[in-house]
């Protein structure tokens, strides 16, 4: 006998809420409720897998804390408030700054919005509040990777490749990249190049599960990986293995810059053997197809450009970049942190990375947005130093999707720049910590409850499908934008009739770009997906976006020459924060959904734990210049006996410890990697945790 058909069941095809890989799956809808995930195997990325994370996400969509109705703070306290309060109040604060100084009111955004969202925003900051100040979480990704090659190539397609190629390449080297749990499909593509005898290599002050599952292991100290980058350009020299992918400028003064990094150098610096320094080089040396794929452990320093720089180097040199299954790369993570950073969210840029700065963009986008080019505002702070301007020269702060009071480097001071605000609206679907400091709160929608596209770390654009409808009084984030632009009179080009109407104007808005999506329309993505530029709607896509010539100037790539700070002490320990394999970002979804359950805990060496007279389940007092924080620790001989990590998905720990200040000097990344730091044993009743005292800057 067959089943009966539950009413109202359909499938909606989609794309993970997560990591950048984008994972496609099916929802399974009964009654207007998703009540299953189903991998698609003909998903072009991930091949019919999907992580913990993606099969977990149906777990938030009905989360009791979901918001559901605005909250307006009242005597203190965030009480429910219809839309026409809400809208009044946003009025109200805003109007005032924007007649006199438009720049007191700052736009801070996510990598996790889709590509239209990030569209809108951008528009929405610099066309209707007219406010320098725009900038998003993505700036604590892989920008410094993004600067190097931009000022190299022209060009920041994370990966210019198809992820399939990784499958190909006979050494890959994982620099500060803990894969297996950050972005878990993509180990299928590792297993494919052992599986026909290629070597992986984890460089890591850690032995990650990555690391265990590649093989083959190198563990610098922390912030010392572009000098290893370095010491390996100066043997391929020395053994005649340069053989540049195409003339560029720079190139005399890298390689003599090398000949300054012999192995005895490299291997005292990063804190390793010399002869597995020269292990290591042989066999780059010898690899027809060696590629070089950098993380958030080689980039999220002060130095992280110069880092990423080193190794775009050592690639370019030995004629492997852009060449397919070898080459340099950078392993984006946020869900759509590739097309987060194209289409106008960054403080200097406009829609299809266009420069904010360059007359002839800005003239473009004037005249598409039928705006004078002078209205169009000039580069304003970038995340780290807009946050650091909050209760001082920004007066008032828009958050879309975003969590800095845990994802923000010195997050303790940060809390107090938030908290100093007038005004602090934030956007999200989950009462985020961020969103509890707010004095006004806005009940968004869910990666099902939209439509939209999203660009994953290999450049490819794909369908996000509207599944559901947000509950209560939960509105879609593009029509809330366009709200806020009504409410402070300014809703020129903010009047769309339907998403669809967004959604091509957006496709249009990037035509001449160097992100180009102006040939992508829903319907062809219905069809195929597509990695970008896709200039014209019958051409095809760019699966490899670095082949010479760039779109420089000249054509020519630019090699720079890195300058990397003095190694630390040996005897001084040293701060890193990562991820961990069951949580996301600042856990706003993962911490909250019960089939993800990880510990918040210092992991330290036992030799370490010794020397502090600390055993496994001991708190431990983390001390830097920057805050304090007390956590358990766990022991691991998997980790360099000079380094502590710690995770940064919950609030009161990891980045209370960070440095606020020291940005990139190209990048403006915060140097959340490198932090000294002292550890001190706390005395707790077992069993109970102790709340971090926060250490205020």
């Given at each position: 006998?067959?089943a009966p058909t539950p009413i109202d069941a359909r499938i909606?095809?989609?794309?993970?809420?997560?990591?950048?890989?984008?994972?496609?799956?099916?929802?399974h809808i009964e009654r207007g409720l998703p009540v299953k995930?189903?991998?698609?195997?003909?998903?072009?990325?991930?091949?019919?897998?999907?992580?913990?994370?993606?099969?977990?996400?149906?777990?938030?969509?009905?989360?009791?804390?979901?918001?559901?109705?605005?909250?307006?703070?009242?005597?203190?306290?965030?009480?429910?408030?219809?839309?026409?309060?809400?809208?009044?109040?946003?009025?109200?604060?805003?109007?005032?700054?924007?007649?006199?100084?438009?720049?007191?009111?700052?736009?801070?955004?996510?990598?996790?919005?889709?590509?239209?969202?990030?569209?809108?925003?951008?528009?929405?900051?610099?066309?209707?509040?007219?406010?320098?100040?725009?900038?998003?979480?993505?700036?604590?990704?892989?920008?410094?990777?993004?600067?190097?090659?931009?000022?190299?190539?022209?060009?920041?397609?994370?990966?210019?490749?198809?992820?399939?190629?990784?499958?190909?390449?006979?050494?890959?080297?994982?620099?500060?990249?803990?894969?297996?749990?950050?972005?878990?499909?993509?180990?299928?593509?590792?297993?494919?190049?052992?599986?026909?005898?290629?070597?992986?290599?984890?460089?890591?002050?850690?032995?990650?599960?990555?690391?265990?599952?590649?093989?083959?292991?190198?563990?610098?100290?922390?912030?010392?990986?572009?000098?290893?980058?370095?010491?390996?350009?100066?043997?391929?020299?020395?053994?005649?293995?340069?053989?540049?992918?195409?003339?560029?400028?720079?190139?005399?003064?890298?390689?003599?810059?090398?000949?300054?990094?012999?192995?005895?150098?490299?291997?005292?610096?990063?804190?390793?053997?010399?002869?597995?320094?020269?292990?290591?080089?042989?066999?780059?040396?010898?690899?027809?197809?060696?590629?070089?794929?950098?993380?958030?452990?080689?980039?999220?320093?002060?130095?992280?450009?110069?880092?990423?720089?080193?190794?775009?180097?050592?690639?370019?040199?030995?004629?492997?970049?852009?060449?397919?299954?070898?080459?340099?790369?950078?392993?984006?993570?946020?869900?759509?942190?590739?097309?987060?950073?194209?289409?106008?969210?960054?403080?200097?840029?406009?829609?299809?990375?266009?420069?904010?700065?360059?007359?002839?963009?800005?003239?473009?986008?004037?005249?598409?947005?039928?705006?004078?080019?002078?209205?169009?505002?000039?580069?304003?702070?970038?995340?780290?130093?807009?946050?650091?301007?909050?209760?001082?020269?920004?007066?008032?702060?828009?958050?879309?999707?975003?969590?800095?009071?845990?994802?923000?480097?010195?997050?303790?001071?940060?809390?107090?720049?938030?908290?100093?605000?007038?005004?602090?609206?934030?956007?999200?679907?989950?009462?985020?910590?961020?969103?509890?400091?707010?004095?006004?709160?806005?009940?968004?929608?869910?990666?099902?409850?939209?439509?939209?596209?999203?660009?994953?770390?290999?450049?490819?654009?794909?369908?996000?499908?509207?599944?559901?409808?947000?509950?209560?009084?939960?509105?879609?984030?593009?029509?809330?934008?366009?709200?806020?632009?009504?409410?402070?009179?300014?809703?020129?080009?903010?009047?769309?009739?339907?998403?669809?109407?967004?959604?091509?104007?957006?496709?249009?808005?990037?035509?001449?770009?160097?992100?180009?999506?102006?040939?992508?329309?829903?319907?062809?993505?219905?069809?195929?997906?597509?990695?970008?530029?896709?200039?014209?709607?019958?051409?095809?896509?760019?699966?490899?976006?670095?082949?010479?010539?760039?779109?420089?100037?000249?054509?020519?790539?630019?090699?720079?020459?890195?300058?990397?700070?003095?190694?630390?002490?040996?005897?001084?320990?040293?701060?890193?924060?990562?991820?961990?394999?069951?949580?996301?970002?600042?856990?706003?979804?993962?911490?909250?959904?019960?089939?993800?359950?990880?510990?918040?805990t210092a992991q330290i060496h036992p030799d370490t734990a010794?020397?502090?007279?600390?055993?496994?389940?001991?708190?431990?007092?983390?001390?830097?210049?920057?805050?304090?924080?007390?956590?358990?620790?766990?022991?691991?001989?998997?980790?360099?006996?000079?380094?502590?990590?710690?995770?940064?998905?919950?609030?009161?720990?990891?980045?209370?410890?960070?440095?606020?200040?020291?940005?990139?000097?190209?990048?403006?990344?915060?140097?959340?990697?490198?932090?000294?730091?002292?550890?001190?044993?706390?005395?707790?009743?077992?069993?109970?945790?102790?709340?971090?005292?926060?250490?205020?800057?």
């Open positions: 006998m067959t909606v095809r989609t794309t993970c809420p997560y990591c950048a890989v984008q994972c496609t799956f099916d929802l995930v189903t991998p698609t195997k003909d998903c072009p990325v991930a091949h019919g897998t999907v992580c913990k994370k993606g099969l977990a996400a149906l777990n938030d969509l009905r989360h009791p804390e979901r918001l559901t109705t605005p909250l307006l703070r009242k005597n203190g306290a965030l009480v429910p408030v219809d839309w026409d309060e809400a809208l009044a109040y946003v009025r109200d604060a805003l109007t005032p700054l924007l007649a006199t100084r438009p720049d007191a009111v700052g736009v801070f955004g996510s990598g996790s919005l889709t590509n239209e969202k990030t569209y809108l925003l951008g528009k929405f900051a610099r066309v209707a509040l007219k406010t320098a100040n725009i900038d998003y979480n993505g700036r604590y990704c892989m920008s410094s990777a993004s600067a190097a090659l931009n000022r190299t190539v022209g060009y920041d397609r994370g990966l210019g490749f198809p992820l399939a190629d990784m499958g190909t390449s006979d050494l890959i080297l994982l620099v500060g990249a803990n894969i297996a749990e950050t972005l878990p499909p993509i180990m299928q593509y590792l297993k494919a190049a052992k599986d026909r005898g290629g070597l992986i290599y984890a460089i890591d002050p850690r032995a990650t599960t990555t690391a265990k599952v590649a093989g083959q292991h190198l563990a610098p100290r922390v912030g010392t990986d572009g000098v290893l980058a370095l010491g390996l350009l100066h043997l391929m020299k020395l053994w005649g293995k340069i053989r540049p992918t195409a003339p560029a400028h720079g190139m005399t003064d890298v390689l003599a810059q090398a000949d300054a990094y012999p192995p005895t150098r490299v291997a005292h610096e990063c804190g390793i053997a010399e002869a597995d320094l020269l292990t290591l080089a042989r066999r780059y040396a010898d690899a027809k197809k060696p590629l070089i794929l950098t993380g958030r452990g080689a980039e999220q320093h002060a130095h992280g450009t110069d880092t990423a720089q080193a190794w775009l180097n050592l690639a370019f040199l030995t004629g492997h970049f852009g060449k397919p299954g070898g080459g340099y790369g950078t392993l984006t993570g946020q869900g759509n942190g590739q097309g987060g950073r194209e289409h106008g969210q960054k403080n200097d840029q406009l829609p299809g990375a266009r420069s904010l700065k360059d007359p002839r963009h800005r003239a473009e986008m004037a005249a598409f947005w039928n705006v004078l080019e002078a209205e169009l505002p000039r580069p304003g702070h970038s995340a780290q130093n807009l946050l650091n301007a909050c209760g001082r020269e920004v007066e008032a702060l828009i958050v879309l999707g975003s969590n800095p009071v845990v994802s923000a480097a010195g997050a303790g001071q940060i809390t107090e720049n938030l908290k100093a605000l007038k005004h602090l609206i934030v956007i999200d679907f989950l009462a985020s910590e961020t969103a509890q400091l707010a004095t006004l709160v806005l009940p968004g929608s869910m990666w099902c409850e939209e439509e939209g596209t999203t660009t994953n770390l290999e450049g490819r654009v794909q369908r996000r499908r509207k599944a559901i409808v947000a509950p209560g009084a939960a509105c879609e984030d593009w029509r809330i934008l366009c709200d806020l632009a009504h409410a402070v009179g300014r809703p020129h080009g903010f009047t769309y009739g339907t998403f669809c109407e967004l959604q091509d104007e957006f496709f249009r808005a990037t035509k001449g770009g160097k992100a180009d999506y102006s040939g992508l329309s829903a319907e062809r993505l219905d069809r195929e997906t597509a990695q970008w530029p896709v200039r014209t709607a019958t051409g095809p896509d760019t699966p490899y976006a670095y082949a010479p010539t760039y779109p420089t100037g000249d054509g020519l790539a630019t090699l720079h020459t890195p300058t990397f700070p003095l190694p630390t002490p040996p005897r001084q320990l040293t701060l890193t924060t990562g991820r961990l394999g069951n949580q996301y970002q600042s856990g706003t979804q993962t911490r909250r959904n019960a089939a993800l359950k990880a510990e918040n010794r020397d502090h007279g600390l055993r496994p389940g001991d708190h431990v007092t983390l001390r830097t210049v920057h805050g304090t924080a007390t956590l358990p620790v766990t022991l691991s001989p998997a980790i360099r006996a000079d380094t502590v990590f710690l995770p940064f998905h919950w609030p009161e720990t990891a980045n209370l410890l960070t440095d606020p200040y020291t940005l990139d000097p190209h990048s403006s990344m915060p140097a959340f990697k490198g932090t000294p730091v002292t550890l001190l044993p706390a005395h707790s009743v077992a069993g109970t945790p102790i709340r971090p005292e926060v250490a205020l800057a």
